[in-house]
Nanobody, 121 residues
Framework: QVQLVESGGGLVQAGGSLRLSCAASGVIFSINAMGWYRQAPGKQRELVAAVSSGGSTNYADSVKGRFTISRDNAKKSVYLQMNSLEPEDTAVYYC???????????????WGQGTQVTVSS
């Protein structure tokens, strides 16, 4: 019933830009933190950027100054603007959100299906 759907991935040349989007659907009482993770082949999944319910953000050192995370609570969405892309950014990018489906339930982490970002040199 509840899903996170991502879009915006693709193939881009080094120095280019992409904007990833993730929208939550279904009955959701509250959303806490939202974030973007990425995983390259043979590597562990790593946090790229996160934004709290209050709007505070944090970024991996490797993307600071190049990526910007934002959220739209009315649309239940989170975005990742990626500029000055490098081949090292190539990975599957996953959206994550902490969702409370009912007032009496706990927050649970949900994942999107992932979207491929490939940066060519």
């Amino acid at each position: 019933q509840v899903q996170l759907v991502e879009s915006g991935g693709g193939l881009v040349q080094a120095g280019g830009s992409l904007r990833l989007s993730c929208a939550a659907s279904g009955v959701i009482f509250s959303i806490n933190a939202m974030g973007w993770y990425r995983q390259a082949p043979g590597k562990q999944r790593e946090l790229v950027a996160a934004v709290s319910s209050g709007g505070s953000t944090n970024y991996a050192d490797s993307v600071k100054g190049r990526f910007t995370i934002s959220r739209d609570n009315a649309k239940k969405s989170v975005y990742l603007q990626m500029n000055s892309l490098e081949p090292e950014d190539t990975a599957v990018y996953y959206c994550n959100a902490e969702l409370k489906l009912r007032s009496y339930s706990r927050y649970v982490g949900y994942w999107g299906q992932g979207t491929q970002v490939t940066v060519s040199s």
